[in-house]
């Protein structure tokens, strides 16, 4: 029998850089959260350089944070030193794309289906909302506000695993591909794709966990080619 989980408290899983972000959290930690957050949700596009000055400006923090902060996001591989040492976000290859969609579909599909085990009406409930809000960003064309909103589909599914592991490699993954997701977002398509949030919505409420972990695999694929034909096309 496997047990009920409860959705997961570890605030690093969790978008902490809005006005709920705990007043006790140090500010080196709440620069890195922010600057974390540029990247993850492509205000940094790839090729962007990226300085102590910068960060300093943009968030108003003081030297020591932001420094910590690219060397945390550089550790992490959000960001690489190029060959004249210069910090910038990195432009994502064909090749990486690649081992980043054997990543994603290899964990992400497994923390869903333990998501879904003791997940409750209320919480599917509230995926639909965020998906609502994802749909609207798409329509409006409004990239920030659609990686923002697809973000927290997911982690708010993904919190109900508690496969702490598996969520913090995950977590690892994201900071890598979401630069590049700006160009699903603006790729203009005629053709209506199935809307994956909407399947594992469904497979949730029918309790279905190896359809919520297909659906999570199949929504992966479906970003990553988008991004892959972007990629080729800017070649």
């Known amino acids: 029998m496997v047990k009920a989980r409860k959705p997961c408290d570890d605030a690093k899983f969790q978008l902490q850089t809005g006005?709920?972000?705990?007043?006790?959290?140090?500010?080196?930690?709440?620069?890195?959260?922010?600057?974390?957050?540029?990247?993850?949700?492509?205000?940094?596009?790839?090729?962007?350089?990226?300085?102590?000055n910068g960060i300093v400006e943009r968030l108003g923090s003081g030297i020591t944070p932001a420094r910590e902060a690219i060397r945390r996001?550089?550790?992490?591989?959000?960001?690489?030193?190029?060959?004249?040492?210069?910090?910038?976000?990195?432009?994502?290859?064909?090749?990486?794309?690649?081992?980043?969609?054997?990543?994603?579909?290899?964990?992400?599909?497994?923390?869903?289906?333990?998501?879904?085990?003791?997940?409750?009406?209320?919480?599917?409930?509230?995926?639909?909302?965020?998906?609502?809000?994802?749909?609207?960003?798409?329509?409006?064309?409004?990239?920030?506000?659609?990686?923002?909103?697809?973000h927290d589909f997911h982690w708010t599914l993904y919190a109900h695993s508690e496969a702490e592991i598996l969520m913090a490699t995950a977590a690892?993954?994201?900071?890598?591909?979401?630069?590049?997701?700006?160009?699903?977002?603006?790729?203009?398509?005629?053709?209506?794709?199935?809307?994956?949030?909407a399947v594992t919505i469904e497979a949730l409420r029918d309790g279905d966990y190896e359809a919520v972990g297909e659906a999570i695999h199949n929504d992966i694929l479906q970003g990553h080619s988008h991004i892959a034909e972007g990629l080729d096309d800017a070649d």
């Open 73 to 150: 996001l550089t550790a992490e591989g959000a960001l690489r030193t190029s060959d004249n040492r210069r910090v910038m976000v990195p432009e994502l290859t064909i090749e990486q794309l690649q081992e980043l969609t054997y990543a994603r579909t290899g964990i992400e599909p497994q923390i869903a289906r333990l998501a879904a085990v003791g997940i409750e009406p209320a919480d599917i409930d509230v995926l639909e909302q965020i998906d609502e809000r994802v749909n609207a960003a798409l329509s409006a064309g409004d990239i920030r506000a659609y990686l923002w909103h697809n």
């Open 19 to 52: 006005p709920d972000m705990p007043p006790s959290i140090p500010d080196h930690e709440v620069t890195y959260r922010k600057a974390r957050d540029l990247i993850l949700f492509g205000e940094l596009e790839p090729g962007t350089a990226v300085t102590i």
């Open 172 to 197: 690892s993954h994201w900071l890598r591909v979401g630069p590049s997701l700006r160009i699903m977002v603006k790729q203009d398509r005629s053709t209506p794709l199935p809307d994956m949030h």
